[in-house]
């Protein structure tokens, strides 16, 4: 009796143990099924002792792929995300750093599958701290009828850092360029320090320096000896 029961009409049976399973699936709630995620991250690198410099920007992105509910997966976002590496511990003789799951903090309920890379390479080098010279930057040609008698800088020199192989003993820090074919009077301005190159810093709060340019008209005062020629005291050349 039983077998027949399970027999009979065992086509219809089927069908609708079918359109269970799928009205199941349909409506089961979002909060009960999961889905997975691809996000990408930066990776924070903090704690960098200050002996030490970086003496390139590393590759620092993280791919992760987590795991959630399917009610909240589609608002995850790489911002709800972070990660930090603490260099607090780390030496110039150390180039790959282990990255692990418990420097990536991800929001509740949410799981990480898997990242990559395991490791990022940093190459880490000793801090060099070197006085330079300011040297102002003058390019075009005063108007006719004037020279330039004298040009000043406040301050004549500067403290900078940056890794050791990146500082060189003949660097200088140089202005932004002033434009001295529309001069036709004394003026003191100020302008922008420019680093020799982009990996120094300079120890200073106020990286501005103030450029004093005395200008005069030719045959006029105590240099008209000079025939019309650049007093030999300006301090910075005069580039066209």
Same mark, same amino acid.
């Given at each position: 009796?039983?077998?027949?029961?399970?027999?009979?009409?065992?086509?219809?049976?089927?069908?609708?143990?079918?359109?269970?399973?799928?009205?199941?699936?349909?409506?089961?709630?979002?909060?009960?099924?999961?889905?997975?995620?691809?996000?990408?991250?930066?990776?924070?690198?903090?704690?960098?002792?200050? %002996? *030490?410099?970086?003496?390139?920007?590393?590759?620092?992105?993280?791919?992760? $792929?987590? @795991? &959630? #509910?399917?009610?909240? +997966?589609?608002?995850?976002?790489?911002?709800?995300?972070?990660?930090?590496?603490?260099?607090?511990?780390?030496?110039?003789?150390?180039?790959?750093?282990?990255?692990?799951?418990?420097?990536?903090?991800?929001?509740?309920?949410?799981?990480?599958?898997?990242?990559?890379?395991?490791?990022?390479?940093?190459?880490?080098?000793?801090?060099?701290?070197?006085?330079?010279?300011?040297?102002?930057?003058?390019?075009?040609?005063?108007?006719?009828?004037?020279?330039?008698?004298?040009? %000043? *800088?406040?301050?004549?020199?500067?403290?900078?850092?940056?890794?050791?192989? $990146?500082? @060189? &003993? #003949?660097?200088?820090? +140089?202005?932004?360029?002033?434009?001295?074919?529309?001069?036709?009077?004394?003026?003191?301005?100020?302008?922008?320090?420019?680093?020799?190159?982009?990996?120094?810093?300079?120890?200073?709060?106020?990286?501005?320096?103030?450029?004093?340019?005395?200008?005069?008209?030719?045959?006029?005062?105590?240099?008209?000896?000079?025939?019309?020629?650049?007093?030999?005291?300006?301090?910075?050349?005069?580039?066209?």
């Amino acid at each position: 009796m039983i077998r027949d029961l399970l027999v009979r009409n065992w086509q219809l049976k089927v069908l609708a143990l079918l359109l269970a399973l799928v009205l199941w699936i349909i409506l089961i709630p979002e909060e009960k099924t999961f889905a997975e995620k691809n996000l990408s991250l930066n990776l924070e690198l903090v704690n960098i002792p200050p %002996e *030490v410099e970086i003496l390139e920007p590393p590759d620092t992105t993280l791919n992760l $792929k987590v @795991r &959630a #509910r399917k009610r909240i +997966i589609n608002e995850l976002r790489p911002e709800d995300f972070s990660a930090r590496l603490d260099l607090s511990r780390a030496s110039i003789y150390q180039q790959e750093y282990l990255i692990d799951t418990s420097m990536i903090k991800t929001p509740s309920d949410v799981e990480i599958v898997n990242f990559s890379p395991a490791y990022v390479h940093i190459k880490l080098e000793r801090t060099k701290k070197m006085e330079m010279e300011v040297v102002p930057t003058i390019i075009g040609r005063l108007p006719e009828g004037y020279r330039l008698e004298k040009v %000043e *800088v406040t301050p004549t020199r500067v403290m900078v850092a940056g890794p050791e192989s $990146k500082i @060189r &003993a #003949r660097d200088k820090v +140089i202005t932004s360029p002033i434009d001295a074919s529309t001069l036709t009077a004394s003026v003191v301005l100020e302008v922008d320090l420019i680093l020799p190159r982009p990996e120094l810093r300079l120890l200073t709060p106020y990286p501005r320096a103030r450029v004093n340019l005395v200008i005069e008209k030719k045959g006029s005062g105590s240099s008209a000896q000079g025939g019309g020629k650049q007093s030999a005291r300006s301090t910075a050349p005069v580039r066209n």
